[in-house]
């Protein structure tokens, strides 16, 4: 069917009105969620309902009814008669495809990992009565999942604005042919008014586009037969989706140039992502003042001089926005006075400027390779913002009194001026801490020596450690994947990868960064209970930690995850005893993020569980939020400007000499009774009025928004990552690596590529002459490769796959890849895994100008038969 010929039968059913929906809603009868596809199956789509331990699954695309990806949608839970049957972990083949729905977001910083909820509070108040019924029926019959329909869609998609494609030019011109004697096309039948457009995204549906809306540059092509118009990247915005159309209609609004192209593949990246890569407007820029730039006289009166603090900086070596300091003072008695120093960026940023609204626009920075895409213009963050060596600054500071055991004695938090004396790289901190320092090239400013530096680093290293110790006894979780990076040649272009590990240096900022922003959740939740920016990390998904419990149980491993303290001490213990096989510990570990969801920012006057549930399950602290990073985030900004207000209301209250213990908010002493006084709450509200704190409903909107934006940087660092492996790939002749077994089936297996740290999947069934004997008793799988054999499956009429699709044959004792890697040695036929079984593959790019890139896997094999 075309989209200029309509049938007028209705391929999907009407969507609810609004009003209906929000009466459903009141009622129960209907859900609000987001729509999330599998992007391995766009038939199989997930909706996450808070309070049931499964996501409910809709099923083919009448039950999808014309939702896409990210839209939040009205769901109807299907009478229980119509449920599927659960995945169950031990059919590892459906399992796999199940987790990487669910959660194939988690990457590798577990705390910066789910989509927020997409109800509000009343609406969960009053889906409660039905979700309940809905748990106890899951909970009676756990092999069942509920599945539902689409019956309407409450928000669209941003991503239905940012789509990134190619338009199917063949098959469009399939009905023309060139008149050699005009040099023009000729009709061979009726002209079609629409022409397909495919996503590189596979959750998106195939779509239409009007050719009579195609910009003029493609409608030259196009006339001219230009075949080469299908090897672009295009993008466009889906209009329409009328129930009387089985796709929906696309405007095509730019070509971004071939697909195999690295810039092109970038800009499609942003652009699918809605990242901002224009300049800042003047409007903006104007609100920064002007350079050279001093600190104006009345901040000395209103703030704390800490100029002679030995403070610096420890960044990344190419960092250029400075937000954070650290500084160590030792006093009697074994206390040390450890500082965390913040850039002040809410000074140079009013509530409800141009600069403000720009910055709240994009959210947060934007990190590539080679380049960042700022949140706050380059004379902010890079120089008046910046923490910059040897130049006054405006911070917020936090002061804690620490012993020797970690335990926090008092705390200081207000505004300063500081004066960082020098900037360490973390390779500069490694080194102190290793006694390895040279110090050549290095500046120092102020009235210090290096041995200053030195001591003071050495000391915050050791703090660091402990207060580290105290947080894994307390119950934290740390998961740390294996990392990777890659180098470049002068062009920017990748010709190797390598593994990372963070360094000593990295955890000792880290350690007094977490213990930042935990001390900023807890005063400004003091003090604003209905109106603080939080931070929290759900508990992980419980089926899929059954499901981790029960991997590691398979392979004689004890794993208790009942508590992240007890999931942490059994992973610790694990590493232990996979001392000698580390790649198999890197699985386990990559296996364990996948029951994690994302943490999010919130609200804290927009949830009903009265801090229930406001905690962070990997940090295993009650309150958390961002504090420490207000260059490259607005959450931080918002954090700060709360933190002000809070500050303001302290030092109103003592000059008013009222009978509140001094300290009030940022104090270590809390009494709730004075928080609520009269006294203070009239405090409270001048302050909140003077910096622009946000209501409950405008802050729910904001942490939603950056929840939003922060995710989407999330996939331009995994999409660029992926396009910088493709290149990789590309300009090798052959990669080779070893893989491990994750899942094995009758169809295909996923496997862990060791050298890329990625897991894929391959494909084995259907392929000419080979033959896949899948032993469900033992879960083994035994390929064997006859290429005389010709056997077709009966009655399927689908051609079969060449088997180099599957495999990279060799010629025993042939060099080809002994030369290439001689640690890697091909297997033979018959071949015979288990889960967990190491085999060779062969690693190579696929799609750029003829579809979307990607990242394919063969088996390595040596087989007379090439």
Same mark, same amino acid.
């Given at each position: ?40 199956? @766009? ?68 705390? +910066? ?5 997409? =109800? ?34 409450? +928000?669209?998609?941003? @991503? ?60 030259? @092509? ?11 990247? #295009? ?82 070596? %190419? ?17 040390? @006075? ?101 110090? +050549? ?51 920017? #272009? ?37 109106? $603080? ?18 991997? =590691? ?39 364990? %993020? ?8 919130? =609200? ?15 940090? $295993? ?32 209250? *003592? ?45 729910? *909107? ?157 088996? =390595? ?6």
């Amino acid at each position: 069917m075309t989209h200029n010929q309509p049938d007028q039968r209705k391929h999907f059913a009407s969507h609810w009105s609004m009003e209906a929906i929000h009466a459903a809603l009141e009622k129960g009868d209907v859900f609000k969620s987001m729509f999330r596809v599998n992007a391995h199956n @766009r038939i199989e789509a997930y909706c996450k309902i808070d309070g049931l331990p499964v996501d409910v699954l809709i099923s083919g695309f009448p039950s999808q009814n014309r939702a896409v990806e990210g839209d939040i949608v009205a769901i109807k839970v299907d009478p229980f008669s119509s449920w599927t049957k659960m995945k169950g972990s031990s059919a590892v083949e459906d399992s796999y495809v199940n987790d990487r729905v669910q959660s194939e977001d988690v990457g590798q910083e577990l705390i +910066e990992n789910n989509h927020p909820a997409a =109800c509000s509070s009343s609406e969960r108040r009053e889906a409660i009565p039905l979700v309940e019924k809905l748990c106890a029926t899951i909970n009676s019959f756990p092999t069942k999942r509920p599945t539902g329909r689409v019956v309407g869609i409450i +928000e669209t998609s941003p @991503r239905r604005k940012s789509i990134v494609g190619f338009l199917r030019i063949k098959p469009w011109l399939f009905n023309w042919k060139k008149d050699t004697k005009k040099s023009r096309l000729v009709l061979l039948s009726p002209k079609r008014d629409y022409i397909q457009l495919v996503s590189t995204d596979p959750k998106f549906p195939k779509m239409m586009v009007a050719v009579k809306t195609l910009p003029n540059s493609i409608m030259e @092509r196009l006339d001219n037969c230009d075949l080469t118009l299908e090897m672009d990247l #295009i993008a466009a915005e889906i209009v329409e989706w009328n129930e009387e159309y089985d796709s929906p209609l696309a405007h095509v609004i730019h070509n971004f140039g071939r697909g195999g192209e690295a810039e092109s593949q970038i800009s499609a990246i942003l652009f699918q992502n809605e990242i901002n890569t224009s300049d800042f407007t003047p409007d903006a820029i104007s609100c920064i003042p002007h350079v050279p730039w001093r600190i104006p006289e009345e901040e000395f009166h209103r703030r704390i001089d800490l100029r002679n603090l030995c403070a610096f900086t420890i960044d990344p070596a %190419t960092a250029s926005d400075l937000d954070d300091a650290l500084s160590v003072e030792r006093l009697p008695n074994d206390i040390y @006075r450890v500082g965390v120093h913040i850039a002040d960026v809410s000074y140079f940023v009013p509530p409800h400027t141009a600069l403000d609204e720009e910055a709240q626009i994009r959210s947060t920075s934007v990190y590539l390779k080679h380049y960042k895409l700022p949140m706050l213009p380059s004379l902010l963050g890079d120089k008046l913002g910046s923490l910059i060596p040897g130049v006054e600054r405006l911070a917020f500071s936090i002061i804690w009194d620490i012993n020797r055991d970690g335990e926090v004695l008092d705390r200081w938090i207000g505004r300063t001026i500081m004066q960082s004396c020098c900037k360490l790289s973390y390779e500069h901190a490694q080194d102190i801490i290793d006694g390895t320092l040279n110090v +050549e090239g290095l500046q120092l400013h102020g009235n210090f020596t290096w041995s200053d530096v030195v001591t003071s680093v050495c000391t915050l290293d050791e703090l660091s450690k402990v207060l580290k110790e105290n947080r894994y006894k307390d119950g934290a979780l740390s998961l740390e994947n294996a990392r990777t990076d890659f180098l470049f040649d002068q062009d920017g #272009i990748p010709y190797d990868i390598v593994f990372t590990g963070r360094k000593k240096s990295n955890f000792l900022v880290e350690e007094f960064m977490l213990l930042a922003n935990t001390t900023a959740a807890q005063v400004i939740t003091r003090a604003y209970p209905s109106c $603080a920016l939080l931070r929290r990390h759900p508990e992980p998904n419980v089926s899929k930690l059954r499901d981790l419990e029960s991997f =590691c149980s398979k392979h004689g491993l004890q794993l208790n995850a009942s508590s992240s303290s007890e999931l942490n001490q059994s992973l610790e213990r694990i590493r232990h005893e996979l001392k000698d096989d580390s790649v198999f510990f890197d699985v386990l570990m990559n296996y364990a %993020t996948k029951p994690m969801q994302l943490a999010t920012y919130f =609200c804290s006057g927009d949830v009903i569980d009265n801090g229930k549930d406001w905690g962070h399950y990997a940090l $295993a602290v009650p309150l958390y939020t961002h504090f420490t990073s207000p260059l490259r985030r607005y959450a931080d900004i918002v954090v700060h400007r709360t933190l002000a207000a809070t500050l303001e209301a302290e030092v109103m209250l *003592d000059l008013n000499e009222k009978k509140l213990a001094k300290r009030c908010f940022t104090g270590l002493r809390f009494n709730k009774e004075e928080v609520e006084s009269f006294d203070a709450q009239k405090a409270l509200a001048y302050a909140a009025m003077k910096y622009v704190v946000p209501g409950t409903d405008v802050l729910a *909107d904001v942490a939603a928004y950056c929840n939003a934006r922060k995710l989407a940087s999330r996939h331009v660092k995994d999409a660029t990552d992926k396009l910088y492996m493709w290149l990789l790939l590309r300009n090798k002749e052959v990669f080779l690596s070893e893989a491990r077994v994750l899942g094995l089936g009758p169809r295909f297996m996923s496997i862990y590529v060791t050298k890329l740290a990625i897991e894929r999947r391959i494909y084995y069934d259907e392929v000419e002459g080979l033959t896949a004997e899948w032993l469900d008793a033992t879960s083994t799988l035994v390929l064997n490769y006859h290429p005389n054999n010709r056997s077709h499956k009966k009655g399927s009429s689908c051609k079969f796959k060449a088997i180099d699709e599957v495999a990279m044959l060799t010629f025993p004792y042939s060099n080809m890849v002994s030369s290439k890697n001689p640690d890697i040695e091909p297997a033979v036929f018959p071949l015979v895994l288990h889960i967990l079984s190491t085999v060779p593959v062969a690693l190579h790019p696929i799609g750029g100008d003829d579809g979307p890139i990607d990242i394919g896997a063969r088996l =390595c094999m040596s087989s007379y038969f090439c």
